[in-house]
């Protein structure tokens, strides 16, 4: 398995997704975005999931955590929710159907469900599995050790720990009755800093 393997969709709403990424995001936040969506592809693959829709998926990979942002931060709903929403409005620029719209807001905010039934949503299913691995660590082995490292490699985590960890810390702070408060919760914090991404990259 390489990030060869896995070609960045060619359609308007991919690219505006990583314009914004790239202009709103630091770069720590903006690798956490592109690892998450080669860490939801390739458990797609390993898994041997069918009917992913791949534009869909990278459009709310590169768009997750763009709620956390300084342009993008909702004083009244949770982050996901706020980024879900911009993805929503980019997404409708790039003519997708409403139905369509109303799909890349339900992954965006399922990725912080605690678990997504993938019968339910396949592309929530792999974005909260991909998130789950780069923000806490979990299930490392999912996918091989080669693949992990090189995409580590090409897209580092530099201050991602301390990033991410200062943005949610301050949302939940803000937004109590939201997920955010839950992470920060059940040990975020800690979590970040003992991924065993961080040894590997």
């Known amino acids: 398995m390489r990030i060869a393997d896995f070609p960045v969709p060619d359609s308007a709403a991919a690219r505006g997704a990583l314009e914004l990424a790239l202009q709103c995001q630091t770069a720590s936040l903006s690798a956490h975005a592109v690892r998450s969506w080669l860490w939801a592809e390739g458990i797609a693959a390993v898994e041997g999931r069918a009917g992913v829709d791949h534009e869909l998926l990278y459009v709310a990979a590169l768009l997750h955590d763009i709620g956390t942002t300084t342009e993008y931060d909702n004083h009244t709903v949770s982050y996901e929710h706020a980024g879900g929403h911009v993805a929503v409005a980019l997404t409708a620029g790039a003519g997708w159907t409403a139905e369509r719209r109303a799909r890349v ?55 991602l720990a301390a990033e991410f960890g200062a943005c949610v810390t301050d949302q939940a702070a803000r937004k109590p009755t939201t997920s955010a408060r839950r992470l920060v919760d059940g040990g975020l914090l800690q979590k970040l800093e003992t991924n065993p991404l961080e040894q590997l990259g």
């Open 105 to 159: 807001l339900d992954v965006i905010v399922r990725h912080n469900w605690t678990s997504v039934d993938p019968q339910l949503d396949l592309e929530g299913y792999l974005l909260e599995r991909a998130t789950g691995l780069d923000i806490t660590g979990s299930r490392p082995d999912a996918l091989p050790e080669g693949f992990l490292r090189e995409v580590l490699a090409a897209h580092p985590r530099g201050t």
